[in-house]
T-cell receptor
Framework: EAQVTQNPRYLITVTGKKLTVTCSQNMNHEYMSWYRQDPGLGLRQIYYSMNVEVTDKGDVPEGYKVSRKEKRNFPLILESPSPNQTSLYFC??????????????FGSGTRLTVV | TQLLEQSPQFLSIQEGENLTVYCNSSSVFSSLQWYRQEPGEGPVLLVTVVTGGEVKKLKRLTFQFGDARKDSSLHITAAQPGDTGLYLCAGEDTGNQFYFGTGTSLTVIP
C-alpha cells in the first residue's frame, strides 16, 4: 500500500531533550515536506526537500532541522524542544515539486507535547 | 502571511442539508486543491482545480474555482455523517509558493 509513515504517533517530552520524528514514504516520491498544524493557524510548512540532499526552509523553520540522505526518508529533528513546539506534525510527499498535476500524500501525524 | 481565508470556520448541520464552504484570497492562484481531514489522520486530497470558472463534481461534492482564480467554493448536497471532518483548501500562487487555508470544521448530525 502506498503510504507515508510517521513515527511515533504520540510523544511527550521535556524541554531541551533532543528528539527525532521519522518519516518514510514507499512511493519513490521526490518531494517531501514537514508541516505543523495548530488551532486557528492551519497547516504551516516547516521544511521541504526537492530531492536527496536538497532541503529548504518553509514558513516556520526556527527550532527544527531536517535531513534527506535517502529518497524515502525525511526525519524531523528538534535539537532542543520548547513548549511552543507542542503541536500536531505532518509529513507529506509528492511525486515532484507541487503543481496542479500532483497532490500531497500525508502521514497520519505525530502529536508532540513538550512540557 | 495567511493568504487563504476559509469560511465558515465551524459548521454544524443536520443530515440531509446542503452547505457551502468558501476559500478566499486577495492573491491569484495558478491552481487550488481541496483536502478533507478526519480526526487523528492526515489530510486527503479531494480535487484539484486549475482553470478560472472550472467546476468539478465528486459524487455529492461540487467544487468551483473563481473566474479570477482568487477564490473557490465547495458545495455539499444532502450532507451525511460521513462528510464530517476538517475541509482544507490549498493553493499554489504565481510564485510557486504553496499555502493551506485555515480550514472549515464540518459536523453532520444524524
Amino acid at each position: 500500500e502506498a503510504q507515508v509513515t510517521q513515527n511515533p504517533r504520540y510523544l511527550i517530552t521535556v524541554t531541551g531533550k533532543k528528539l527525532t520524528v521519522t518519516c518514510s514514504q514507499n512511493m519513490n516520491h521526490e518531494y517531501m515536506s514537514w508541516y505543523r498544524q495548530d488551532p486557528g493557524l492551519g497547516l504551516r510548512q516547516i521544511y521541504y526537500s526537492m530531492n536527496v540532499e536538497v532541503t529548504d526552509k518553509g514558513d516556520v523553520p526556527e527550532g527544527y532541522k531536517v535531513s534527506r540522505k535517502e529518497k524515502r526518508n525525511f526525519p524531523l529533528i528538534l535539537e532542543s524542544p520548547s513548549p511552543n513546539q507542542t503541536s500536531l506534525y505532518f509529513c507529506a510527499s509528492s511525486p515532484g515539486a507541487w503543481s496542479a498535476n500532483y497532490g500531497y500524500t500525508f502521514g497520519s501525524g505525530t502529536r508532540l507535547t513538550v512540557v | 502571511t495567511q493568504l487563504l481565508e476559509q469560511s465558515p470556520q465551524f459548521l454544524s448541520i443536520q443530515e440531509g442539508e446542503n452547505l457551502t464552504v468558501y476559500c478566499n484570497s486577495s492573491s491569484v492562484f495558478s491552481s487550488l486543491q481541496w483536502y478533507r481531514q478526519e480526526p487523528g489522520e492526515g489530510p486527503v486530497l479531494l480535487v484539484t482545480v486549475v482553470t478560472g470558472g472550472e467546476v468539478k463534481k465528486l459524487k455529492r461534492l461540487t467544487f468551483q474555482f473563481g473566474d479570477a482564480r482568487k477564490d473557490s467554493s465547495l458545495h455539499i448536497t444532502a450532507a451525511q455523517p460521513g462528510d464530517t471532518g476538517l475541509y482544507l483548501c490549498a493553493g499554489e500562487d504565481t510564485g510557486n509558493q504553496f499555502y493551506f487555508g485555515t480550514g472549515t470544521s464540518l459536523t453532520v448530525i444524524p
